[in-house]
């Protein structure tokens, strides 16, 4: 079954359940409030209230096994988007890695480089390395020349086309 299917049929089987159980709660309020309150003319027969009790416990137990299966369900969908982004991550750090390394780039214009990537400034930059603002800035256009870019957005658009075309291929 296709994900968007699947999900889609766990919602409405969950929201079922939960309707039940809303709607056999609130038969009890009001069986609860007409002994209390006596508005109740007739009293209801053991059987239809016997009856009543059972399939509210069965839609009980059952919104329950649904509710794990549902939290089991999630839980194996986070551990795979976990293990997505790991994925991800390590190939996004190699990529990253590989065109340090074509572009020929110091292990300064690396470490410079890393914090383009992450949006920092040149002063923020600057303030993290413990140097000069004109050094960074040295640093950040010998990066851009070594990479063929003129801006911050045209180096990360590098790095975003590169793995978007690695994902799509």
Same mark, same amino acid.
């Not at 096994?65 to 390590?90: E, Y």
């Not at 074509?102 to 214009?109: A, D, K, M």
């Not at 470490?111 to 923020?124: C, P, Q, R």
């Given at each position: 079954?296709?994900?968007?299917?699947?999900?889609?049929?766990?919602?409405?089987?969950? =929201?079922?359940?939960?309707?039940?159980?809303?709607?056999? &709660?609130?038969?009890?309020?009001?069986?609860?409030?007409?002994?209390?309150?006596?508005? @109740?003319?007739?009293?209801?027969?053991?059987?239809?209230?016997?009856?009543? #009790?059972?399939?509210?416990?069965? *839609?009980?137990?059952?919104?329950?096994?649904?509710?794990?299966?549902?939290?089991?369900?999630?839980?194996? #969908?986070?551990?795979?988007?976990?293990?997505?982004?790991?994925?991800? @991550?390590?190939?996004?750090?190699?990529?990253?890695?590989?065109?340090?390394?074509?572009?020929?780039?110091?292990?300064?214009?690396?470490?410079? *480089?890393?914090?383009?990537?992450?949006?920092?400034?040149?002063?923020?930059?600057?303030?993290? @390395?413990?140097? &000069?603002?004109?050094?960074?800035? *040295?640093?950040?256009?010998?990066?851009?020349?070594?990479? =063929?870019?003129?801006? @911050?957005?045209?180096?990360?658009? #590098?790095?975003?086309?590169?793995?978007?075309?690695?994902?799509?291929?």
């Amino acid at each position: 079954m296709k994900p968007h299917i699947k999900h889609r049929t766990d919602k409405l089987i969950l =929201g079922s359940i939960v309707v039940l159980q809303l709607l056999f &709660s609130l038969f009890f309020i009001f069986d609860l409030a007409a002994d209390i309150f006596g508005f @109740r003319k007739e009293p209801m027969s053991w059987e239809f209230h016997e009856a009543v #009790q059972i399939v509210t416990i069965i *839609a009980l137990l059952l919104g329950s096994f649904l509710g794990f299966i549902a939290f089991r369900n999630l839980t194996r #969908q986070k551990r795979d988007m976990d293990r997505q982004m790991l994925v991800a @991550r390590q190939a996004f750090h190699e990529l990253m890695q590989h065109s340090f390394q074509e572009w020929g780039l110091t292990p300064s214009e690396r470490e410079v *480089a890393l914090f383009i990537l992450k949006g920092l400034s040149n002063t923020e930059i600057a303030e993290l @390395r413990g140097k &000069s603002i004109g050094t960074v800035k *040295a640093q950040v256009n010998a990066i851009f020349r070594k990479a =063929g870019a003129n801006s @911050r957005a045209q180096l990360i658009s #590098q790095f975003m086309e590169e793995l978007i075309g690695e994902a799509t291929s």
